[in-house]
């Protein structure tokens, strides 16, 4: 139970720095960007199964759907701060 959660928050904040260096000028901090990144692995755990795309299991494979699950959140976050 513990191993899991540090595994979430680590991977979380792996793909969130990553995203943050993808998607420039939305980096949110360290903990802002492990939010982003827990978010962005369940963003990309819920879409690239219904899109057909499949990464494989790992924690490799794990850092790579949520950072790309935080880059997508990255680009909707930064459409909605422009809009405004």
Same mark, same amino acid.
């Given at each position: 139970? /513990?191993?899991s959660?540090i595994?979430? =928050? !680590?991977?979380? *904040? %792996? ?7 993808? &998607? ?6 360290? &903990?802002?960007?492990? &939010? ?6 369940? !963003? ?5 199964? #219904? =899109?057909g @795309?499949?990464?494989? /299991? $790992?924690?490799?494979? *794990? @850092? %790579?759907? *949520?950072v @790309? $699950?935080?880059? &997508?959140?990255?680009? !909707?976050?930064? =459409? !909605?701060r #422009?809009?405004?």
């Open positions: 139970m /513990v191993e959660l595994a979430w =928050l !680590i991977v979380g *904040a %792996i793909a969130g720095w990553l995203a943050g260096l993808l &998607v420039k000028g939305f980096g949110f901090g360290l &903990v802002g960007n492990i &939010v982003v990144g827990i978010v962005g692995a369940v !963003i990309a755990g819920y879409l690239l199964p #219904r =899109l @795309i499949g990464l494989g /299991v $790992g924690m490799v494979a *794990a @850092i %790579i759907n *949520a @790309i $699950g935080a880059v &997508v959140l990255l680009v !909707i976050i930064g =459409l !909605i #422009r809009a405004t």
